[in-house]
């Protein structure tokens, strides 16, 4: 199995930039959660998913982060306009079910200029 | 509010010692204490978790100590590594829905 996978690896953006950062979970995974970690804050749970339904957003720090999950296999995070304060490694968990272990990608490491 | 309060913020232990992360929550609903591993570069894993059903649980090298009336778990690393080298996070959640991470414990195992 491949894991969890993130792109892009990196992002150098500048602020007020919109930037879209994507997950494919594992395959058979019916949870999807979002975190953010800095040195500051260590790590935010932002949003979860259970069968592709949004069940937990409040973590979401102001409405210029959104997150989508179509399908079974694909979520997005969105943040427009992107700000400095948004630099951040950003990771991707799935889990087979609720209760079970999270399994984290290898994150994506935004840079807002 | 930090839901997990995990200390300390680094540890050094030599190579062959136990490596100890205590971790203390205030939530009594939580029922879910896992530990994540983290590497530079790359994204927590999980390690051990434990559930307030058991006091300890043991997976090789690693031990999970559980406390439920002081509200207080800990890892326990036994024979050390400098492969163990990495990030430590304890975290706690009800029923996994929602984690709740500590701070985070940089260890470094000294050859």
């Known amino acids: 199995d491949a894991g969890v996978i993130q792109s892009p690896r990196h992002e150098v953006t500048e602020m007020g930039q919109e930037v879209t950062l994507r997950c494919k979970p594992i395959s058979g995974h019916n949870s999807l959660f979002w975190y953010r970690q800095t040195m500051m804050r260590g790590l935010e749970l932002l949003i979860y998913?259970?069968?592709?339904?949004?069940?937990?957003d409040s973590g979401m720090p102001e409405d210029r982060f959104s997150a989508k999950m179509p399908n079974a296999s694909f979520s997005t995070l969105k943040i427009q306009p992107s700000e400095p304060r948004d630099s951040a490694v950003y990771f991707c968990a799935s889990s087979v079910n609720r209760g079970a272990g999270l399994f984290f990608g290898s994150g994506t490491q935004l840079s807002v200029l | 509010q930090q839901q997990v309060k995990q200390s300390p913020q680094s540890l050094i232990v030599q190579k062959g010692g136990i490596s100890i992360i205590n971790c203390a929550y205030e939530n009594t609903a939580f029922d879910y204490f896992p530990w994540y591993q983290q590497f530079p570069g790359k994204g927590p894993a999980l390690l051990i978790a434990?559930?307030?059903?058991?006091s300890e649980k043991k997976e090789g090298r690693f031990t999970i100590s559980f406390n439920k009336s002081a509200k207080q778990f800990s890892l326990h690393i036994m024979d050390s590594q400098p492969g163990d080298s990495a990030t430590y996070f304890c975290a706690a959640s009800r029923g996994a829905n929602n984690l709740f991470f500590g701070t985070g414990t940089r260890l470094t195992v000294i050859p």
């Open positions: 434990i559930r307030p059903d058991v």
């Open positions: 998913f259970n069968n592709n339904v949004p069940i937990d």
